[in-house]
């Protein structure tokens, strides 16, 4: 069975932190890892991953994916309040046609003054 | 840019009730996608289209049914309603090319 896990489920930091959000993954016909921000309604794109070792960055967001140990990492640095959200984190697997994505529960981060 | 639009936002029914739920796309996608989304459950698969006139069936399709017969337009409907259906409701469409799936805003759906 597909299974994308993320942690932790929710976290707590002030403002200027620096967060890691997790995700591991178990799926068949891997094509690609992506995560999402989602606010208050439709999740947002942030990055997709395709290849292991090589880092996307994003303002102060970067993530980096691992194949060989089936894990993603997304760092935030520098966070503000703005960046309160769930993240999600999904597999597209699939072959031919059959695009599917398979998304972790998320982890809720809420940035403090 | 309207991208992905899903109608209505809201809606509540009541057990047993028939309603659909529209999703459509301007950006000319071939792929289209209904997901549910529940609490600690993350984001599951209902059912998904790869082109005009074909569906189907996702992780979780029982109780619901789709139409695809315009390229832009995804339905989604509850033929009779549950309150097990309780969800918010996603579309997402793409190119067939690996590219990110872009999300509509979303439907919140409480059947009593």
């Known amino acids: 069975e597909d299974k994308v896990v993320q942690s932790p489920l929710s976290l707590v930091v002030h403002e200027g932190d620096t967060v890691t959000l997790n995700c591991s993954y178990e799926?068949?016909?891997?094509?690609?890892l992506l995560w999402y921000k989602q606010e208050k309604k439709a999740p947002t794109f942030l990055f997709m991953l395709?290849?292991?070792?090589i880092e996307k960055k994003s303002g102060r967001l970067s993530s980096i994916l691992d194949k060989k140990e089936l894990f993603s990492i997304l760092n935030i640095t520098a966070t503000q309040t703005g960046d309160s959200a769930i993240y999600l984190c999904?597999?597209?697997?699939?072959?031919?046609?059959?695009?599917?994505?398979?998304f972790g529960t998320g982890t809720r981060l809420q940035v403090t003054l | 840019n309207a991208g992905v639009t899903q109608t209505p936002k809201f809606r509540v029914l009541k057990t047993g009730q028939s309603m659909t739920l529209l999703c459509a796309q301007d950006?000319?996608?071939?792929?289209m996608y209904w997901y549910r989304q529940d609490p600690g459950m993350g984001l599951r698969l209902i059912h998904y289209?790869?082109?005009?006139?074909?569906?189907a069936k996702g992780e979780v399709p029982d109780g619901y049914n789709v139409s695809r017969l315009k390229k832009q337009n995804f339905l989604l409907g509850l033929e009779s309603a549950a309150p097990s259906q309780t969800s918010v409701y996603f579309c997402?469409?793409?190119?067939?090319?690996?590219?990110?799936?872009?999300f509509g805003d979303g439907t919140r759906l409480s059947i009593l």
């Open positions: 997402a469409s793409t190119d067939p090319s690996n590219q990110p799936q872009h």
């Open positions: 799926v068949t016909n891997f094509r690609s």
């Open positions: 395709t290849s292991s070792g």
């Open positions: 999904a597999v597209n697997r699939g072959t031919g046609t059959a695009s599917k994505l398979t």
């Open positions: 950006m000319n996608h071939e792929y």
């Open positions: 289209s790869v082109g005009e006139g074909t569906t």
